[in-house]
């Protein structure tokens, strides 16, 4: 399927911003929804919206249906061994959250040690940050290579048998590499460590085979893949999330409750509290169908073209800085850039006003700024529905840039 027709199914993308047609690239920060998506949602509150599980009329079981068919969806999607281990959860920051108190504070104690990255966003940098401090552990980081990818060599050095925990992302969200986490999985598991992913700008972008990757849990956020906000995926190994405590108590994750003890119901429902994202999980169900009919590989080849003409043309800019590999087949559709003496706000600012929408700030990934000794950088995402013309208007829009600054300044 073409860029040109795959942006017809967005509604959203067809509007002018200050006067200018919209070019949307800020997809890493959340993606758009095609029409597919908004239409399950509307049917579901216009057509059978209920709750699921507890009732036995007609609305109920046709909204459990949905909804644990969209379980099942994301299984395949994953390659997971079972629907029990998949978990439905608010997004990538509440799955490494269950994992880092569910599973860490049972199997992390003092003198343990705990390994990431610098290039970690913050919601796989603070769980575990809290986490040593509550268990008096060590958290240690892998260095990187000049070009921000994982030194495999000191990876090695730095996963010892102290390691409990390697807890790395599958794809960074500022720098667009493409992490080998099967790699770092068995390093981590030859020293008796499990392998936590986060895979936020992972599985919108790539096939995800867990089993593949032999990883012990991996999480996505729906948002970032044209499903809707609100919803994500904690993907754990039935033998891990068999001996984990739940980290909310309440409806539905129970079986019995007496007025002293409670007992809890099986995989995956006791890590799902309350009233699910039932609207959410369908409609992640929609996105994925919707992914599927492009295909995987199609996604991750059409990304690396587009970074590749990205990188070529944005490279010939004077005093524009790239951060990250230089290869297109090392990243995603993310680039990461500076302009000499311009500050990203105000790139962004300008490229606003010719309806160009990117992302300027730390990015949630404030140790990596201070690694590459930056406060900020401006972002360019690229997706599915982006075109080689969407970056000719970027590099017009950069380029505008530096001549305004240059002029008034």
């Not at 969209?70 to 509440?94: D, L, P, Q, W, Y």
């Not at 969200?173 to 460590?193: D, F, M, Q, R, T």
């Amino acid at each position: 399927m073409k860029a040109s027709d795959v942006r017809k199914q967005f509604p959203i993308l067809d509007q002018e911003v200050n006067g200018h047609p919209l070019v949307y690239l800020d997809s890493a920060a959340t993606s758009q929804k095609p029409v597919q998506v908004i239409e399950a949602l509307n049917d579901y509150y216009r057509g059978y919206n209920s709750n699921v599980h507890r009732g036995v009329h007609t609305l109920g079981t046709r909204a459990t249906d949905k909804y644990e068919g969209a379980r099942e969806k994301v299984r395949r999607f994953i390659n997971a061994s079972s629907t029990e281990e998949v978990i439905f959860t608010r997004g990538t920051t509440t799955a490494i959250n269950t994992v880092a108190v569910s599973y860490g504070r049972a199997n992390v104690n003092q003198g343990d040690e705990i390994v990431i990255t610098y290039m970690e966003h913050h919601s796989n940098i603070i769980p575990w940050q809290q986490l040593a401090k509550e268990k008096g552990a060590q958290l240690k980081f892998i260095p990187l290579r000049e070009d921000g990818s994982i030194n495999m060599d000191e990876a090695k050095n730095t996963i010892t048998d102290k390691t409990k925990i390697v807890s790395t992302s599958h794809v960074s969200n500022v720098l667009g590499v493409i992490n080998p986490i099967k790699e770092l999985a068995a390093i981590a598991h030859s020293h008796g460590a499990v392998m936590v992913v986060d895979g936020a700008q992972g599985a919108p972008h790539m096939k995800v085979d867990v089993r593949d990757l032999d990883c012990d849990f991996y999480s996505l956020s729906g948002h970032k893949m044209c499903a809707p906000t609100g919803i994500g995926v904690l993907y754990g190994k039935k033998e891990h999330l068999e001996k984990m405590e739940p980290i909310e108590f309440g409806g539905e994750m129970i079986d019995f409750v007496g007025l002293y003890e409670s007992t809890w119901k099986e995989l995956p429902w006791k890590f799902e509290a309350g009233t699910p994202i039932i609207a959410g999980a369908i409609g992640l169900g929609a996105a994925i169908d919707f992914l599927n009919e492009i295909g995987s590989e199609a996604i991750l080849e059409h990304e690396h073209k587009l970074a590749a003409y990205a990188l070529e043309k944005m490279s010939e800019i004077e005093n524009l800085k790239i951060y990250g590999p230089l290869e297109a087949s090392k990243r995603v559709g993310v680039i990461t850039f500076n302009i000499e003496d311009v500050h990203p706000h105000d790139v962004a600012t300008v490229l606003d006003a010719e309806g160009i929408a990117v992302r300027a700030g730390h990015h949630c990934a404030q140790p990596l700024m201070k690694w590459l000794d930056v406060s900020a950088t401006a972002r360019a995402s690229f997706y599915i529905y982006n075109t080689e013309q969407d970056i000719d208007r970027l590099v017009e829009g950069l380029v505008k840039t530096k001549e305004y600054f240059t002029n008034v300044f």
